[in-house]
């Protein structure tokens, strides 16, 4: 019986690598990755502005978003969770509302890294499915004070339409309870 499986997931994972390079338009061999970078002293820097909806959900149910990976001994004993640790897969949506449009997820991982408020270490990407920056990602590494009305954390790269992305993303929470947090986002990037 374990054979079988293994055998399946075998195949599976065959089956996804033929069918995934079909999914984005750019090429992103090794090859064409060196001639994009031998064009680049003569590209021209562009600015893109994006907006959207973060939901994080931290339910514990069968549609959980941010799943806790792991905790500090003294995380129970903390106000601000010190220690907490969540791996997500958080959908992205051009409104407030789950059911509107989605265009990506932000995958990654945040941690309660603050003794004295409300303060998360965020190292995530926000990956494209849906629009014109389908299969293009920006990073984000920093630090996300949630008790502040607005947030700002850096852009530090992408890939894709991304490349070499550098930027500034602007978070404020649109709702939040202890189980969901809906987080508008707003993005400046500049990138080639």
Known sequence: MEKAIVIGLIISLSLMMMIMPMVDA????????????QKLPHAK??????????????DGGA????????????TSLSPFLF?????????LTVGPELSSKRIGSAQGIY????MDEFGLLMNLNFVFTQGPYKGSTLSLLGRNAIGQQYREMPIVGGS???????GIAT?????ANFTLAIVEYHLIVLHY
């Open 160 to 166: 894709g339409l991304f490349r070499l992305a550098r």
């Open 83 to 91: 220690g907490i640790l969540r791996m997500i897969d958080d959908p």
């Open 111 to 114: 941690g309660s890294a603050a």
């Open 26 to 37: 750019l090429d992103k061999s090794p090859k064409a990755v060196e001639q994009w970078f």
């Open 171 to 175: 978070a404020k929470t649109y709702f």
């Open 45 to 58: 820097q562009k600015t893109t502005k994006l907006h959207f909806y973060f939901h994080d959900i931290a």
């Open 63 to 74: 549609n959980e978003t941010a799943p806790i990976i792991a905790q500090a001994n003294i």
